[in-house]
């Protein structure tokens, strides 16, 4: 592995970790194994490192969509597993997903960086409301009735409960926040 990605990775770790005030280029030149100086010269500074961090997470996100979409799932499953992989950016209760956690400090990033998070938000809106426009054509959320209000309150409900777990370090908490949600896609809530 490269040393830039040795460095990205290294980087989203402490950001989902720690927050993006929570490590620094020397946390990462001890990571990494490498001299501060040679972080420089990949990311000349912390807003390049950021962006470079936002972009590999979007295009990430924008592969597992794709490979949802891919699959053979309905739209309930869909919107399952979407909870699901938010759930697993949780790890066991010590980590956010990389959004989440830049969020969090949202004056110390630059407008690059904010411009680059409030595009990962659209895109999984616009993704998210694509699919639960079919679940309710398919019955899989009778209740619903605006696709791009439910998209928003999904989104919300998934980065809200990883905070709570994170919070508490305990994944049970997000799952327990995230339960009437899935449960709906069962038709199983009341």
Same mark, same amino acid.
């Not at 969509?65 to 309905?74: F, N, P, T």
């Given at each position: 592995?490269? %040393? !830039? %990605? =040795?460095?990205?990775?290294?980087?989203?770790r402490?950001a989902r970790e720690?927050?993006?005030?929570?490590?620094?280029?020397?946390?990462l030149?001890?990571?990494?194994? #490498?001299?501060?100086a040679?972080?420089?010269?990949?990311?000349p %500074?912390?807003a390049?490192?950021?962006?470079?961090l936002?972009?590999?997470?979007?295009?990430?996100n924008?592969?597992f969509?794709?490979?949802?979409?891919?699959?053979?799932?309905?739209p309930?499953d869909k919107?399952?597993r979407y909870v699901?992989h938010?759930? =697993?950016a949780?790890?066991e209760g010590g980590m956010?997903?990389?959004c989440? @956690?830049?969020?969090? @400090?949202?004056?110390?990033? @630059? *407008? =690059?960086?904010r411009? @680059?998070l409030?595009?990962?938000?659209?895109?999984s809106?616009?993704?998210?409301?694509a699919?639960i426009?079919?679940a #309710?054509?398919?019955?899989n959320?009778?209740?619903a009735?605006?696709?791009?209000?439910?998209a928003s309150?999904?989104?919300?409900?998934?980065?809200?409960?990883?905070?709570?777990?994170?919070a508490s370090?305990?994944? *049970?908490?997000?799952?327990?926040? %995230?339960?009437?949600?899935v449960?709906?896609?069962?038709? !199983?809530a009341?």
């Open positions: 592995m490269d %040393t !830039k %990605t =040795q460095l990205l990775d290294a980087a989203e402490a720690r927050g993006y005030d929570g490590f620094s280029y020397a946390d030149a001890a990571s990494v194994g #490498i001299k501060k040679s972080i420089h010269y990949h990311f %500074t912390k390049d490192l950021a962006m470079a936002v972009t590999r997470y979007r295009e990430a924008q592969a969509r794709d490979e949802v979409d891919g699959s053979a799932l309905d309930g919107l399952s699901a938010y759930r =697993q949780l790890g956010l997903c990389l989440v @956690s830049l969020a969090l @400090s949202p004056d110390r990033l @630059s *407008e =690059q960086v411009e @680059s409030n595009a990962f938000h659209g895109e809106i616009d993704w998210l409301e699919v426009q079919d #309710i054509s398919l019955g959320l009778p209740d009735s605006d696709p791009r209000e439910e309150a999904l989104l919300a409900l998934v980065e809200g409960a990883q905070l709570h777990g994170r370090g305990r994944v *049970e908490d997000f799952d327990r926040a %995230t339960n009437l949600f449960a709906r896609l069962r038709g !199983k009341h």
